[in-house]
């Protein structure tokens, strides 16, 4: 096959010289005329055997055009035949009509089919570039423009001419009109199939058509001749005849491009759509040929008028539906701009606006309250108990869940300005612009969620920490990245005091991300024994009177003055000093502690906060015994507090050391019972003595007939479980009694006192009218001690070291 391509190729460049030189005048007319005939019938039979052999040795489509082209070239060379046996054998005048116009018909009797085969294969395989109703009326319309202007041009140029030229019978005039009408639609289904088929893809359906367009052009400027009277055909216009199926041959050879995937379309490159100009290509003919006609004073006639009317309304409305086309792709486009804009700025899951969004609206909020001091505050809500629905409930719920968390909360801010967003995970924030209050926004946030939440089969209750910033003031560190981290900031310390709680920003917790040097000065604060202990009371509820204190780490930075809790221990959890923190807090409260015991004569226990990590930790056990011994502080009179809201890592290795402390008297308590890991496998796993209900557990808000069932239930289980039960956050007398009338024993809160220093802490004891100082409780119990009383917890909620 290769061989025979390269001897086309030869033959053809060969041929096509010797044609051009016999034009030149360098060889006599005979011998250029004999060139000229026996060009055409090698160059038929190439395109005839190259057409029949390349289509027997393919399938489909392409077997159908080369057996079809085939066959017209045959018809083609045998009519060539006759011509050069008449014109360099019998030197006899060939008749007209003969048996060579029945060969020389036969070609576009079977090519026009072979195109249309070509034609109807690439609408099928999708290198069509129509893909609409709109867009076959466009290809009508290119197909009609097409046919339009090679009427007029082929009227022009050669019909008119043949026709007013006559003939002596009907047979032989339709025999001369037939060569220029069958070039024309010849020329047009060739034009036609290449805005159907992608030339890129298909090189052979491009020679295909140059090929027939060639022959096509000689036969016209034949027939023109002809019927002009000339004696003959000079011998450049063999050249169409001789070329032409010689690129015919080189079309069915070429090779064959694989067909694109289902699906895969046509090439969307910008470059490969110049064939959309190939049915202005005839159009553009026809107006040079008119510019000649004028040139040369030529009158048009009426049919070339009509046809040239036809021909511009054709393209005028060609240009109205292309018009409308781009009109409604560019509506597509906006439209599929609009919907990957919207997946790019919001969550898939909520519909609410993800981070990045959130992220450009808080910068420009912020911008706005910097420059024209425009309120707006920032609410950062984080899910406490999303985990354990999606572990319990699987991940369905969870998804279903977080939908109807983001359906809550914009419900929480109606105003168009404001924005609430999923920023990832079960993290929300909420963008307050509009002129609701901040705060207001935080408590329909805090009701909102309260309210169970329907997953399945049944209702679940979900609790979130919300941290808020609300800007106030003339701040020019005011950005969108400092608002996240001081809500970040807010929203961790609500974290700490558990579940449902709402911390408002305070400059102090922004040392949580915003002062790198924090950890080294609060190192330095407890070597040089800056940080301080406060305590608070926790009471006997039947009687009032105080059996034991929470110690409470507290420390003024020198440098940034007081920092709240929050920070400070969390700075220690992130940076491996909540040890040192612990040790220090440990040794102040037992020293504080004796001191107090030996001054009041009052028994007290005092509570210390264990961190959670360290309950693994063998040296635990000496650095409590350490702390007893070295102040001389029984240790019965020690408490040692397990927050609940952190997990114990390895509950395994933390048991040895919890039965150790208490096998040497110290006694455990559970912080924040309610609101963290594994609330009742805890009383069930762990070694505790005291219970402490979380203030959201102790003073629900809500149903307060579910409220107090919770409550009973708890305190139920506690007691026959043999622990003591501590209320903590009691701020008001009725709560007080609620706790009493349910049977819990001991309670905490502001109601009973604040957090104070040793020297400033106020004692009850009973029998003694009004709130005492240690001393006057001595004085009162007249130096007698009483039995040791039973250990409680810290402040309603406040974070305890």
Known sequence: MSRFRSASVAAAVLVVGVVALAGSGVLSDRASSTVNDLGQLLGGAAATVACAVTGLRTTGTERRWRLLMAAGFAGWTGGQALW????????????????????????????????????????????????????????????????????????????????????????????????????????????????????????????????????????????????????????????????????????????????????????????????????YLPLAAVGVVLVVQT????????????????????????????????????????????????????????????????????????????????????????????????????HAAGDALLRQVGQR?????????????????????????????PTVAAARVVEALARPFPLETQARYVRASIGLVVPDGPD???????????????????????????????????????????????????????????????????????????????????ERGPVPPEAFVTAAERTGLIDALDDHVLDRACRDMAALRANSGIPLAVHVNISATRLADPGLVAAVESALSRHGLPAASLVLEITETSMVPDVDAAMPI????????????????GTGYGTLASLHVLPIDVVKLDRTLAVPAGDPDRGTALRRSVVSISRTLGMLVVGEGIETAEQAADLTRLGCDLGQGYFFGRPEPVTRLRLTAPHVPGPLTAARVRSANGGAHAAEPDPLPVDGGSPAR
Request: hydrophobic share 50%.
């Open 658 to 673: 919890l039965q150790a402390l208490r096998g040497r008297g110290i006694r455990l308590a559970l912080d924040d019972f």
């Open 295 to 394: 040139s040369m004073d030529q009158m048009f006639d009426r049919l070339e008028i009509y046809l040239g009317l036809l021909v511009v309304t054709l393209v005028v409305t060609r240009q109205f539906l292309t018009l409308r086309e781009n009109t409604i792709l560019l509506e597509r486009v906006q439209r599929g701009q609009e919907a990957l804009s919207y997946q790019a700025f919001h969550d898939p899951l909520t519909g609410l606006p993800n981070r990045t969004l959130f992220g450009d609206r808080l910068a420009h909020a912020a911008d706005l309250h910097r420059d024209d001091r425009h309120p707006i505050g920032l609410l950062f809500v984080d899910l406490d108990d999303f985990k354990i629905v999606n572990d319990t409930l699987g």
């Open 84 to 279: 050069t046996w008449s014109q360099v054998i019998s030197l006899d005048p060939i008749p007209s009509p003969s048996l060579a116009d029945v060969g020389y018909l036969m070609l576009p009797v079977f090519a026009l089919p072979s195109l249309l085969v070509i034609a109807a294969a690439g609408r099928r395989r999708g290198d069509s570039w129509q893909a609409s109703g709109r867009s076959r009326s466009v290809l009508v319309l290119d197909a009609l423009v097409i046919v339009g202007s090679m009427s007029v041009l082929t009227w022009s140029t050669v019909l008119s001419a043949v026709v007013m030229a006559g003939a002596p019978t009907r047979l032989a005039l339709a025999v001369a009109v037939a060569y220029p009408i069958s070039d024309l639609v010849l020329v047009a289904i060739a034009l036609l199939a290449l805005t159907l088929r992608r030339v890129e893809r298909r090189p052979q359906l491009l020679l295909l058509v140059l090929g027939l367009v060639a022959i096509s052009i000689s036969d016209s400027v034949f027939a023109y001749l002809v019927s002009s009277g000339a004696a003959d055909l000079p011998p450049i216009g063999d050249v169409g005849f001789v070329a032409g199926p010689f690129l015919v041959a080189l079309a069915a050879l070429a090779p064959i491009a694989p067909a694109a995937p289902d699906g895969a379309g046509a090439d969307r490159r910008p470059g490969t759509r110049w064939h959309l100009i190939v049915p």
């Open 476 to 558: 020019a560190a005011v950005s969108a990245e400092s608002l996240l981290r001081r809500a970040d900031a807010a929203m961790y310390a609500a974290k700490r005091r558990g579940g449902g709680a709402v911390v408002c920003y305070e400059p102090g917790l922004i040392s949580l991300v915003d002062d790198p040097g924090l950890p080294t000065r609060l190192a330095e604060a407890l070597r040089r024994g800056d940080v301080e202990v406060a305590y608070q009371p926790i009471v006997r509820l039947s009687d009032r009177s105080t059996v034991a204190v929470e110690a409470l780490a507290r420390w003024t930075d020198r």
């Open 409 to 437: 909360l914009r419900g929480c801010v109606p105003a168009a300005a404001d924005t609430v967003a999923r920023l990832g995970g079960d993290e929300f924030a909420v963008l307050v612009e509009s002129d609701l209050d």
